[in-house]
Every structure is written in structure tokens, then in C-alpha cells.
């Protein structure tokens, strides 16, 4: 797109947002009376393709309802007899939440279509608020392709990411635009991989205008991986040498063109680094860069106060919602701040529906939702995308044209408000990633938000959380949970980190503090004894790296790759708890409402 191309993709978001209702039901019409006959749609709707048919007769579902009909098209059997008529290109890896197993989602080639719509609308956006970085420089844009899984009918499975990353279009325009050489995306070996990525980012750091990736846990990641690998990287640009123990081809071969001698520039990179505090340090090293673009909401926003720390007052851009299910939201307004960030739904994607939530989902005074419990309303069906209500919370589905039909993607969302017909939306979390150790139940929000009040008492300690997650404990009775903390000084000198130092009244405060701000059934059973006492198990540092690398060897993408907000998996706690370096607890019960 040339530059001033960009108004008429302002123009294409207007329309859609204004046209919304009709161009939902203009796709609901079209993906319906394409398959129609498939084994599928056959079974609810014998072949008719009126709306209030679909809405009385196909069943609302999840992942697992669909799974045996993906399995078979993935074992062989033609898709178009069995859930969709387009031919596949292929499968997407979707992770949902990193936690759990990646799911598969068909993708054809119409799915690629609209998400190359979505790119160009975007980038109009982007071009519209900072002017056109393709004109101005680099991005250093952290990526890490996954390789593709054969799936027996000869069709591959891929993280989306990788799908853009492999995309003919993407690679023509890799080398002028982005700072990371393609050998480096590609490299299976993550860490050689992050090294390449930060070092060829140095050694471009005049030309490089954004930094990102897909989500803010992994920049943060680069910075801190930076932080331990700063004097090795100078060295490596000292002497136009890349280290001994990147012995992966790809990544050499990049190195052995672009790598030269540059005392001058290790010198300088060296100086920015020895300094104390690493406060800004990313507008130091990289001078020319505009923002950072990097999904900062939701699981994210636990994130954002170390990137603010690090990133000296560039602004945040969290552009986009999406999801390998298709549903795609887009941030109209990316200046705002992490925690106001609302995205505005595409009609033209897929066919939403809102499962509206029972309880009312309350703001807290970080202008953060809360929910209490997340049930749906019995008494009323999904809405359609223009009939939501303001200040309602939901449950996405989505209809499409890759085999979808009435899909639970579980994603929660609150409405803000409307861009034209369109509503705004604020993400909440995910449906299903919750605590439990009795019949109480807490959401991720929950989670996220007693966190966010605790970590505040490390504050006057000159320490970080940076990072957390979660395990509901029930191996003794009455069960507890625990939080697991990696926590840091904020000056970057670690004196602290075996976690000594930690002073054990504050810990105990800041187990008291989550309990005081969990939700009501949780505080009542507490009193009641049905809980124990809430523990914070604090990691040496690095932990959650290790564990990030066991997700990845699991089958995450480290591109799409986010700490799950609790832990399920007996392996990944194993990981964690033989790093606790410390343990406390919440010494009261917590304070009970009036
Ligand atoms: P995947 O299926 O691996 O593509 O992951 C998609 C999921 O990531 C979504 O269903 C959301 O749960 C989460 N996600 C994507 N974009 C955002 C966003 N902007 N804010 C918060 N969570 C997001």
C-alpha cells in the first residue's frame, strides 16, 4: 500500500463500522449457502440457510464438540463433506491459552484474504498516527517461527505467525523493513534465535523506528535477555564475530554478512548498558524509535509496568484483538494507555454472536474489569454484534467460513462503547483459565487484579514483580493457593536475588493484600477455614524463562507464547517449585465486606 493509500483504508473502517449489521448478515447468508451441504450443517439445518434457523437449530459449541469432524479432515477425510466447502490450506495452531494443547483450526485460502484486509486497514491506522515507518526505518520486530506439524492428510499445521512469516510477500519485503534477518526467524534454537534478533537490532539501531512483537511478555523477555547478554553482544560487535555457541548455519550465514567490526558502536552500546538504572534504556539504545507495538491488554497488562519502566515514555500500541478462530478487534484509538484500550470488532471477518455474562463485571479503580463469576444469562441467547448493550460483559462466538459455526472462542469481553454501529470492546480474559480449590471459583481477571494491589507494597522495597502465575493447591485440606513470584530490584543490580533479602513482613503483606482483593466467595470461605491461607512461592530469577521453554518444547509458539495466568500441567509446576527460593503466607484471614 502507497502511502497515501492510507486514507482510503480509513475510509473502508468507516464503512464497515457504519454497515455493520448488514454486512454480518451478508456473511452469515454466504457461509451458510456455501456449505450448507456438508455433513455438518446437513445434520441441524437439512440444507436451508435462513438465519433464525441457524440461531433455533445449530448448537453453540466448543473446541471439543468440533474436534472429532477436525480430526477426520486432519486424518484424511474430504473437508467438504464434513464441515466446510473451501478447500483447506491448511490447519492453524491456535494455543487459546498457551496452557493448554495447540487446537486446530481449518484455514483457506479466504481466511488469508481477510487477514490481509485486516493488515491493510491496520497499517492505514498506524500511518494515520505516526506517520509511514516504512518510509522512516526498521522495526525490530521480535519473531520466532514454530515449524509446521504434518498432519496425516498431508496438510500442515502452523502458528499463524509462522503462516505470515513463510508468506512470499513477508519475505520480499523482510530484509528493507524489518531488522531481523529471515535465517534468525527461523532458527529452531530460541535462544541463538533471540540472541541473532537483539544483536542485528543493535547493530541497526539507527535505523530502527518500532520495536515489537505479538505479545509484551515477549519484549520484556528481549529486554531482560538483553540485560544478561548486553557485554557479549558488544563484544560480538567489537569484533564483527558472532559468538561460538550460535552454531546454527542460518544464523551465521546472516551474521557473516552484516556482522562487521564497529568499535565505535560496541563503545557506545557498552556505555548505555553499564548504567544503573535501566530506566528508558530502549529509547537510549534504539533513539529513533517511535512506539512499541505489542498486545498489552488483557494477560498482558502485568507486563506493561516493567515495559513502561524500560521503554521511557514511547508509547505502548496494543493495535489489535485476534485469534487463529478468526475474530479480529482493531485499537481505533492507539495512543491511548494499556488499560484503557478498546478494540472495535470487524464485521467483515466472521460472524460474531455475544453470549452475554450473568454477573455484572465491575471497574475497578484501575480502570481494570473484575468479574466475580462468569455465568452465562440462561434466560436470553446470544446477541448479534449491533445489538450488545453497553457496560455487558460476553462471551465471543464466531461463525465462519473455516468450519466454525456458533464457536465458543472463550474469550470475555466487556462493551465500552460504539465506533459508528460497531461496538468497542474492552478484553477481560479468558473463560475457562480459573482457581478452584473448593466450590469458589476465580477468574483470570480476579487473578490479575489482586496481583496488581499486592506487587504495589514491593514499591518502597526498590523491587519488581516481573513475572507470575498461579496454582490452586489441594494437596492437603482444605486446599490454597499459590502464586508464584519472579521478582527483581529495580535498579538492576541483583543483590537480592536469592531472594534473602526479601523482607518477610512485606511478604506476608502482599499475601494478604491478593486475599483482601479477591472476591467475595473466596474471602467468605476463607473465614469459614474452607481455604488456607494464601502462599507466594518467590522463583529465583529465570524461572519463567525455563518455563516458557517448556511450553515451547511442548508445542507453544514462542511467538504467540503467553505465561498462562494459572498452571494446570504437573510438569510446568515441577519447573517451578524446584526454583522456589522462598515461601510465605498470608498470616490473617482476609477482610470481609460489610
Ligand atoms: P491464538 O489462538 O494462539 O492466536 O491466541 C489468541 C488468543 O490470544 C485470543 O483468543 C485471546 O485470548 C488472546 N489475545 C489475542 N489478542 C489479544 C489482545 N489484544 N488482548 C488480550 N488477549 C489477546
Redesign the pocket.
Known amino acids: 500500500m502507497a502511502t497515501n493509500d492510507y486514507e482510503s483504508g480509513l475510509k473502508m473502517l468507516e464503512e464497515l463500522t457504519t454497515d455493520a449489521q448488514q454486512i454480518q448478515d451478508q456473511l452469515l447468508g454466504e457461509i451458510l449457502s456455501k456449505n450448507a451441504e456438508t455433513e455438518y450443517l446437513q445434520g441441524f439445518l437439512h440444507g436451508q440457510t435462513d438465519k433464525q434457523l441457524f440461531k433455533k437449530n445449530v448448537p453453540i459449541v466448543t473446541y471439543e464438540h468440533l474436534k472429532p469432524y477436525i480430526d477426520r479432515i486432519a486424518n484424511g477425510e474430504a473437508s467438504s463433506d464434513i464441515l466446510l466447502v473451501e478447500p483447506l490450506i491448511g490447519f492453524?495452531?491456535?494455543?487459546?491459552?498457551?496452557g493448554g494443547l495447540p487446537k486446530l483450526i481449518p484455514t483457506t485460502a479466504e481466511s488469508a484474504h481477510i487477514t490481509a484486509t485486516f493488515n491493510k486497514l491496520y497499517r492505514s491506522l498506524m500511518i494515520k498516527h505516526f506517520g509511514d515507518i516504512n518510509q522512516a526505518g526498521k522495526r525490530m520486530e521480535l519473531m520466532f517461527a514454530k515449524p509446521d506439524v504434518e498432519t496425516p492428510s498431508g496438510l500442515k499445521a502452523s502458528?499463524?505467525s509462522t503462516r505470515a512469516f513463510k508468506g512470499s510477500s513477508f519475505k520480499a519485503i523482510l530484509p528493507k523493513l524489518y531488522s531481523s534477518p529471515f535465517e534468525t526467524i527461523f532458527c529452531p534454537d530460541t535462544k541463538q534465535s533471540m540472541y541473532c534478533q537483539i544483536l542485528f537490532g543493535l547493530i541497526q539501531r539507527d535505523e530502527v523506528v518500532m520495536i515489537g512483537s505479538i505479545f509484551a511478555s515477549t519484549v520484556v523477555r528481549s529486554i531482560k535477555f538483553l540485560e544478561s547478554n548486553w557485554k557479549e553482544l558488544c563484544s560480538n560487535i567489537k569484533t564483527g564475530q558472532i559468538s561460538e555457541w550460535i552454531t546454527d548455519s542460518g544464523c551465521r550465514n546472516a551474521a557473516s554478512l552484516m556482522l562487521k567490526p564497529n568499535l565505535e558502536l560496541a563503545d557506545l552500546i557498552e556505555d548505555v548498558c553499564s548504567c544503573k538504572s535501566w530506566e528508558g534504556i530502549i529509547r537510549k539504545l534504539w533513539p529513533k524509535t517511535k512506539y512499541i507495538g505489542t498486545?498489552c491488554?488483557?494477560?498482558?497488562l502485568q507486563y506493561t509496568a516493567e515495559l513502561e519502566f524500560y521503554c521511557g515514555g514511547l508509547p505502548l500500541v496494543?493495535g489489535?484483538?485476534?485469534?487463529?478462530?478468526g475474530?479480529v478487534?482493531i485499537n481505533l484509538e492507539p495512543l491511548c494507555k494499556p488499560s484503557d484500550v478498546s478494540?472495535t470488532f470487524l464485521p467483515n471477518t466472521v460472524y460474531y454472536e455475544f453470549l452475554s455474562i450473568k454477573e455484572d463485571c465491575v471497574t475497578d479503580s484501575q480502570n481494570q474489569v473484575q468479574l466475580n463469576a462468569m455465568s452465562h444469562h440462561e434466560d436470553t441467547g446470544p446477541v448479534d454484534l449491533v445489538n450488545v448493550k453497553l457496560g455487558q460483559c460476553y462471551e465471543v462466538l464466531v461463525t465462519s467460513s473455516m468450519g466454525l459455526y456458533r464457536y465458543r472462542?472463550?474469550?470475555i469481553i466487556k462493551v465500552t462503547g460504539f465506533h459508528n454501529n460497531t461496538p468497542q470492546f474492552q478484553?477481560v480474559g479468558?473463560q475457562n483459565v480459573a482457581l478452584g480449590v473448593d466450590m469458589e471459583r476465580t477468574s483470570e481477571a480476579d487473578i490479575l487484579k489482586a496481583v496488581a494491589e499486592a506487587k504495589a507494597l514491593l514499591d518502597p522495597l526498590g523491587l519488581i514483580l516481573t513475572e507470575y502465575t498461579s496454582y490452586g493447591d489441594t494437596s492437603s485440606t482444605p486446599g490454597h493457593y499459590v502464586i508464584f513470584w519472579e521478582i527483581k530490584p529495580k535498579e538492576g543490580n541483583n543483590n537480592n536475588k536469592n531472594g534473602k533479602e526479601l523482607d518477610p513482613k512485606v511478604m506476608e503483606q502482599c499475601c494478604s493484600k491478593m486475599e483482601d482483593s479477591l472476591h467475595f466467595t473466596y474471602r467468605m470461605y476463607r473465614k469459614e477455614n474452607m481455604i488456607a491461607a494464601l502462599e507466594i512461592r518467590v522463583v529465583k530469577q529465570g524461572t519463567f524463562e525455563s518455563l516458557m521453554d517448556y511450553f515451547v518444547t511442548k508445542g507453544a509458539?514462542l511467538s504467540?507464547y503467553?505465561t498462562p495466568i494459572c498452571i494446570k500441567s504437573k510438569e510446568a509446576l515441577n519447573i517451578l517449585d524446584s526454583r522456589v527460593i522462598a515461601k510465605f503466607f498470608s498470616p490473617r484471614t482476609p477482610i470481609q465486606d460489610n
Request: glycine share 12%; with cysteine; hydrophobic share 35%.
Open positions: 492453524s495452531l491456535s494455543s487459546g491459552t498457551s502458528a499463524v498486545v491488554t488483557g494477560a498482558m496494543s489489535f484483538y485476534a485469534c487463529s478462530e475474530a478487534g478494540y472462542v472463550g474469550d478484553f479468558r509458539s504467540q503467553k
